[in-house]
């Protein structure tokens, strides 16, 4: 499904946020980089835009590395790392957030924008972050959430259920993706049940903030 709209994927982020997301990346890369130098996993990075965030952040960090599973997402990134001039600090990785790649305690950071409520088994994804970060590593999660004022939470429902399937599908020209995602953005559970499953994955120090009055939220932890 996401290799389908690959394409249009970027602009359509741009558009259906009204280019919030922009904002929410950069925010979500000064949370995960407290000092210059980390290694930095993106996980369900897809075409690398919070990678590049993290790259272009006041602290930047040694390295960068992409993953996602899916092999035309990632391909967007080469040409979008080098025109960013970050090519030198960031690399793509093919792979499963289920079953990384990567070596036990490889990662001092690991964000992961929008891709938990995508995870098959949100727990088994949590955990794999955990065995990947190194002790006192950090999680940084952005995801969508429900604004708690009535007036917002009519007209975001109603944004949901009516624009963005219209909108996204008809500009991706494929039917049903948006649908999906609408669906999955809706269904989520709320910031506080998502802070508990991350908080019996393992972690410490867990907490979230609410962004453009809710209809996002950074949720953070700790590997003790």
């Given amino acids: 499904m996401f290799g389908a709209i690959s394409r249009r994927y970027d602009l359509l982020n741009h558009v259906l946020s009204l280019n919030l997301d922009v904002s929410w990346r950069r925010r979500a890369a000064i949370e995960a980089c407290s000092r210059p130098g980390l290694r930095v996993l993106d996980l369900c ?32 990134t080469t040409p979008k790392f080098a025109r960013a001039g970050v090519a030198e600090r960031c690399a793509a990785v093919e792979g499963d957030a289920l079953r990384l790649p990567f070596r036990d305690g ?12 995508n995870l098959v088994d949100m727990t088994a994804g949590l955990r794999e972050i955990l065995r990947v970060l190194a002790s006192g590593g950090r999680l940084v999660v952005l995801e969508f959430s429900r604004p708690p004022g009535p007036f917002l939470s009519r007209a975001y429902a109603f944004y949901l259920k009516n624009v963005v399937p219209r909108l996204g599908d008809g500009a991706s020209g494929r039917r049903g993706p948006y649908v999906y ?25 867990v907490g979230w903030q609410p962004l453009t009055g809710g209809i996002v939220c950074l949720h953070t932890a700790l590997k003790a």
């Fill in 45 to 76: 990075g897809g075409t690398g835009d919070l990678s590049v965030a993290l790259a272009q952040g006041p602290s930047p960090p040694s390295l960068v590395v992409c993953c996602d599973f899916s092999r035309p997402m990632l391909a967007l």
């Fill in 106 to 117: 490889s990662f001092d950071a690991v964000t992961v924008a929008f891709g938990v409520r």
């Fill in 181 to 205: 995602l609408a669906r999955t953005i809706g269904e989520f559970p709320e910031p506080d049940l998502l802070a508990g499953t991350i908080r019996e994955s393992g972690f410490a120090a």
